[in-house]
């Protein structure tokens, strides 16, 4: 299996050095433009992960606010184009759909009319074969990415790595220093925006779970991407009822999940003394976060969401995970399982960080 693993690593290495080239072989300028001189119009590739679509949105918003004369379009995919719904920092979210390959031929020729200036690669530890591709595609005529990842060839605007970085915030951050931007700077940390609709809906979802003036409001999260990320139903109800014991008159939990855990969600809420129910959709759990005092969550989407929101949270995390992809200057704790999978990750730390975070104390999210 490993040799498998490395036969594909280098297969995959091989097509992205021979497309760097071929995209270098179309570069027309060196070095960036003045964006302040006349109209841009920039295209920021993101078409992965929810996680990394929130961890961008704090670039997203400097890079569209750094000069009045850009115009920032983002590439998306449909599940991670949500987390911009209403962020007036992007002009045009352009889809581009995986799963339906048949209609990449229309998403070149939209990208192709739009005329795009510049195109901006948001992978900065790594080359992406796809990103490549789509900046060959968007015809851009100054593309930007960080330089010293083996695609030097296809930049025309490289900047260098963020010289200590470690949180993949950071990391992204050095892109900013193309648009004359400080890459250390606070402003660059995600951000979330919420419709009034939105934190009204969810401020409505936990009245009725009982919240109300001097109760604190947990939310926990039991959704995980992977297997190995997913903490067993049991203690997660051991650490709800231990709460539930310990501070049923100031404290409202609320369970959720995704559409596939509805079960998982009404065995954990009623073992833990807790409410539970469906979250219809993305959206609605960002807003649950935005208006909580507390997240407890594995390492998913809704730990970025906690960051963006300066929510505080307690995250479980596999080993060797936490310092890329933990929580990003806001506060909380992050606890690593002793072996691979989540599971090895005992209920007594958890209940006690969580115990530390509800004594810190604090308002309801700020929401971004």
């Given at each position: 299996?490993?040799?498998?693993?490395?036969?594909?690593?280098?297969?995959?290495?091989?097509?992205?050095?021979?497309?760097?080239?071929?995209?270098?072989?179309?570069?027309?300028?060196?070095?960036?433009?003045?964006?302040?001189?006349?109209?841009?119009?920039?295209?920021?590739?993101?078409?992965?992960?929810?996680?990394?679509?929130?961890?961008?949105?704090?670039?997203?918003?400097?890079?569209?606010?750094?000069?009045?004369?850009?115009?920032?379009?983002?590439?998306?995919?449909?599940?991670?184009?949500?987390?911009?719904?209403?962020?007036?920092?992007?002009?045009?979210?352009?889809?581009?759909?995986?799963?339906?390959?048949?209609?990449?031929?229309?998403?070149?020729?939209?990208?192709?009319?739009?005329?795009?200036?510049?195109?901006?690669?948001?992978?900065?530890?790594?080359?992406?074969?796809?990103?490549?591709?789509?900046?060959?595609?968007?015809?851009?005529?100054?593309?930007?990415?960080?330089?010293?990842?083996?695609?030097?060839?296809?930049?025309?605007?490289?900047?260098?790595?963020?010289?200590?970085?470690?949180?993949?915030?950071?990391?992204?951050?050095?892109?900013?220093?193309?648009?004359?931007?400080?890459?250390?700077?606070?402003?660059?940390?995600?951000?979330?925006?919420?419709?009034?609709?939105?934190?009204?809906?969810?401020?409505?979802?936990?009245?009725?779970?009982?919240?109300?003036?001097?109760?604190?409001?947990?939310?926990?999260?039991?959704?995980?991407?992977k297997p190995r990320r997913r903490w067993p139903?049991?203690?997660?109800?051991?650490?709800?009822?231990?709460?539930?014991?310990?501070?049923?008159?100031?404290?409202?939990?609320?369970?959720?999940?995704?559409?596939?855990?509805?079960?998982?969600?009404?065995?954990?809420?009623?073992?833990?003394?807790?409410?539970?129910?469906?979250?219809?959709?993305?959206?609605d759990a960002f807003a649950?976060?935005?208006?909580?005092?507390?997240?407890?969550?594995?390492?998913?989407?809704?730990?970025?969401?906690?960051?963006?929101?300066?929510?505080?949270?307690?995250?479980?995390?596999?080993?060797?995970?936490?310092?890329?992809?933990?929580?990003?200057?806001?506060?909380?704790?992050?606890?690593?399982?002793?072996?691979?999978?989540?599971?090895?990750?005992?209920?007594?730390?958890?209940?006690?960080?969580?115990?530390?975070?509800?004594?810190?104390?604090?308002?309801?999210?700020?929401?971004?």
């Amino acid at each position: 299996m490993q040799i498998g693993k490395g036969l594909e690593r280098a297969w995959r290495s091989f097509w992205i050095r021979a497309v760097a080239r071929l995209v270098g072989r179309t570069r027309p300028a060196a070095g960036p433009p003045e964006w302040g001189a006349a109209p841009r119009r920039v295209l920021f590739l993101r078409p992965d992960r929810i996680g990394d679509m929130i961890l961008s949105t704090g670039l997203i918003r400097a890079i569209a606010e750094s000069h009045p004369t850009i115009v920032l379009d983002v590439l998306a995919a449909p599940g991670n184009a949500r987390v911009l719904r209403e962020d007036r920092h992007v002009h045009e979210v352009v889809l581009f759909e995986r799963s339906k390959p048949w209609t990449i031929p229309g998403l070149v020729r939209t990208l192709r009319r739009a005329r795009y200036d510049a195109v901006i690669d948001p992978m900065p530890t790594a080359a992406s074969l796809t990103t490549l591709l789509f900046m060959l595609a968007s015809g851009a005529r100054h593309r930007v990415g960080v330089s010293g990842r083996g695609i030097d060839d296809a930049l025309t605007v490289p900047v260098p790595p963020r010289a200590g970085a470690q949180h993949l915030a950071e990391h992204l951050s050095a892109l900013a220093a193309a648009f004359g931007l400080d890459p250390a700077s606070p402003a660059l940390r995600p951000r979330l925006t919420l419709a009034d609709d939105e934190r009204a809906r969810a401020d409505a979802r936990w009245r009725a779970a009982g919240a109300g003036p001097g109760r604190r409001r947990l939310l926990v999260n039991v959704s995980a991407g992977k297997p190995r990320r997913r903490w067993p139903d049991g203690n997660f109800a051991e650490v709800l009822r231990r709460l539930h014991e310990a501070h049923s008159e100031r404290l409202t939990t609320l369970v959720i999940g995704g559409p596939a855990e509805g079960e998982s969600v009404a065995r954990i809420a009623r073992l833990g003394g807790a409410a539970g129910g469906e979250t219809p959709g993305l959206r609605d759990a960002f807003a649950l976060v935005a208006t909580a005092d507390l997240v407890l969550t594995p390492d998913t989407s809704l730990s970025h969401a906690a960051s963006a929101f300066r929510v505080p949270a307690v995250v479980l995390f596999n080993p060797g995970y936490a310092g890329t992809w933990g929580l990003y200057h806001s506060p909380g704790r992050e606890l690593s399982s002793p072996r691979h999978e989540l599971s090895s990750l005992p209920p007594n730390p958890v209940l006690e960080a969580v115990e530390e975070m509800l004594n810190e104390g604090r308002g309801t999210g700020d929401g971004g």
